[in-house]
């Protein structure tokens, strides 16, 4: 009888210690403001993005940085080293002596953060993916530079740069895919990036907030665009 009274004693006071320690952080839980988290997420999600966030350290030296004009990219000597729009480009510079393996460090030396290379008298463009080092699985040494043999390979055009706004002075839309080309500002800005689409504004750091991919418009053949005048 004690022995039951002992065990019924014992849960008893187990369950008063849960309900009073239950109800001290129920009104805890009230003292605090919380936000209230959705997972409904209606924008794609990007995790390679988050590389033009880290890149925006440098946002404001790409703003206030000369440029240097003797040794600017365009979009043509960009495409040249490219099989088509999208294409790993080519490594056009010869490699370090005896280099066997994927790349790597070797390679993020010079094209983590890009800068003047003395030895090729070229600023390095900025890798969009350090993650991704294995470098000379998709990247390979460019030695010719001319076709072997003639083919009907059929080079897609790229898409064109200018005119990607619905009305003058609006944000252009993204032209091209954004897979592999999350981290905007590794071709969009800094010495390396082509001249035309080099952007005046590399310290907005949020790029989709305002531009938005060419996929994810709804249908505008309904809209024409309007060119506006001073005397409308
Ligand atoms: C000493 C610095 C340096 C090192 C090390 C280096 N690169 Fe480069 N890389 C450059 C420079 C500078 C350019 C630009 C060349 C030009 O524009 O003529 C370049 C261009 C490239 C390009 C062409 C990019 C484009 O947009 O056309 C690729 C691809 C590339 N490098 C890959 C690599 C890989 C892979 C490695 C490692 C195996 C590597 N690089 C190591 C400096 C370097
Ligand atoms: C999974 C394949 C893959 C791997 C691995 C990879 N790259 Fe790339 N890289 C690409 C593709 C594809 C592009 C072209 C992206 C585009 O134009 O949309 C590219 C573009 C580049 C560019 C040119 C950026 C520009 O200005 O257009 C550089 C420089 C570069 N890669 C360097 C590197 C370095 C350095 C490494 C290793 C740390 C590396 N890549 C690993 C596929 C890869
Ligand atoms: C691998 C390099 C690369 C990356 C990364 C990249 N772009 Fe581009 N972007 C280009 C090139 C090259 C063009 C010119 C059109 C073409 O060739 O597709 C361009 C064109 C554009 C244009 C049109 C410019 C005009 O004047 O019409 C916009 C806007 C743009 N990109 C925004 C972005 C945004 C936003 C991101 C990040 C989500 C991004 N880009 C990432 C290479 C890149
Ligand atoms: C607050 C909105 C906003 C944000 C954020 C923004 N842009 Fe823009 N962007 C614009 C507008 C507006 C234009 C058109 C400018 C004009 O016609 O004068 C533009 C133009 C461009 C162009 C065409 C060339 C130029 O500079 O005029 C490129 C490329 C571009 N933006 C890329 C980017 C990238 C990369 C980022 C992220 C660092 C970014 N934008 C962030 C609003 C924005």
Redesign the pocket.
Known sequence: MKKRLGIILLFTSLFAGFIINWGYSYKKGLEEAYIPISDDFSAPIIPL?KG?FERSEYALAYLNMPIDKAHQRT?AT??NNRAY?GAPPSIPHPLVKGERGMGGKTCLQCHQNGGFAEQFQAYAPVT?HPEMINCRQCHVAQKESTVFKETTFFKTL????????ALPGS??????Q?Q?????L???AGPAA?K??RVTHPDRIN??QC?VPEQEMISTAVFTRKIFTNDQ
């Not at 592999?180 to 905007?184: G, K, L, Y």
């Open positions: 993005e033009v979009l960009y495409y729009p969009p790229a898409a064109s740069v200018g005119n990607n706004n944000p252009p839309i993204i032209p091209h954004i592999m080309r999350e981290n905007c590794s071709c969009h082509p035309e689409i790029c989709r531009h």
